[in-house]
DNA sequence: TTCTAAGCGAACCGATGGGTACGGTTAGCC
DNA sequence: GGCTAACCGTACCCATCGGTTCGCTTAGAA
């Protein structure tokens, strides 16, 4: 089986680790971390306590290495941005990716969480952060830096128009998805319908119209049909 | 002395208990629910476990009453809208007076509580968010609505308008400071400066020109000249 | 002054959970 | 086959905490 097939290269104790950081995320992010105890860990992957603290030396290292783990997950959706193509295509589809991570239900989950210990473990906050959105945010910045240079946008200050588009998308998504745990979230219509408002209003600001007045007018065109 | 006069009135009782809801909030907000225990809370007041359980019938219900409470206080930079001014007073005046509120320090931890105990305790995070921040886009919907009848604003869904432009507002600022706890907030210059970005973004889209301007193309023209 | 409700302190209960210790068991390498 | 390190199950230690009980004291109204 394919634990033979592992266990070519992998030495047990590596395969023993990797098996119970999986549960342990799994259950973090179902039941968070205050509510998820060693020993029923330990018990779902039909391990002993003793393995569990062998492998990581207390309850919050282990937590601290599953968020490290997934706080990319948050920066996940910058294909859209490494492409440059154009502001209106990338901000959407930027704006989309980013949106359905917020609103997803692990993503959320282990958003909360974070908070939760953040206020017990601040390295653990600030690590969270400059892994997951912080990352999104430079990211976009730098593609409006660029558009701006190639003069496809007309913006002095990249890293506040980022803030305004990301804050606008995520709206009070974000929010409720957090404190409101039986919420339920927008449809993909939705989603899409949000995005396209901000980003129409997003480039009402910014979008330089020199290159061809029509592009706009072709943009309007097209979202008008749609809803 | 004061409790003299206090006594005049109030009896023994709902003075006390008056007494214990100061100090507890005062710690919940501190040091967060979970690591507050009851003890603590009647000793820092001076009180037995038993008069405290004799108020209050536990510990969940306690915070319940001070986040119900404190709610209302994210809810309350509305004077600008109920003076129904000009979209650019208003606006600004209400990004302005949300924006503190989520930057400051006892707002955050309260937030930061209800969203740890929300997993626990649902009806808490659902109480919070319709006392707290459901109440400002209300009113804020409600405003654009009005302001678009008078032909001040051309918006044919104030809702989610009112959506992007409080999420334009608190950005990533409400993130961060949920978060990283030893962030050191922006300057109240900065503050007004992202505001003001924010409203000059909105009105791009939002403003009507001109009575007869035809939508995107009247709003498209305004910002021009603003850069 | 007297009577009662409110309050105090301290001990107590039951449960939980992080972390450790130990004796017996298995997997994998030589 | 034999050796070692990882592993399992269980019991255990210790601390905390929510919540209760009880005997005694105090405040305040009649």
Redesign the pocket.
């Known amino acids: 089986m394919t634990t033979a097939v592992c266990?070519r290269k992998v030495?047990?104790?590596e395969r023993?680790?990797m098996e119970l950081v999986d549960i342990a995320e799994q259950m973090f992010l179902e039941r968070g971390f205050a509510?998820t105890?060693?020993?029923m860990i330990a018990e779902r992957a039909?391990?002993?306590?003793?393995?569990l603290?062998?492998?990581f030396s207390?309850?919050e290292l282990l937590f601290v290495e599953i968020v490290t783990r997934n706080a990319l997950l948050v920066s996940g959706p910058d294909a859209a941005v490494a492409r440059d193509g154009s502001p209106e295509s990338v901000l959407s589809e930027l704006g989309i990716g980013v949106l359905r991570i917020v609103l997803a239900a692990n993503a959320s989950r282990l958003f909360r969480t974070v908070v939760s210990e953040s206020a017990r473990t601040p390295e653990l906050g600030d690590l969270f952060y400059q892994r997951g959105p912080a990352v999104v945010a430079a990211r976009l910045t730098d593609y409006l830096a660029r558009a701006a240079k190639r003069g496809e946008l007309r913006c002095e200050d990249p890293q506040t128009a980022a803030r305004l588009f990301l804050g606008a998308v995520m709206s009070n998504y974000h929010v409720r998805r957090l404190v409101q745990s039986d919420w339920k979230p927008p449809s993909e219509k939705e989603v899409r319908r949000h995005v396209e408002a901000a980003v129409s209003m997003f480039l009402a600001q910014y979008e330089s119209r020199r290159p061809a007045g029509r592009k706009r007018l072709a943009c309007r065109r097209q979202s008008l049909p749609a809803w």
């Open positions: 266990a030495p047990r104790g023993r680790r509510d105890s060693m020993q039909g391990a002993s306590k003793e393995t603290y062998r492998h207390s309850k």
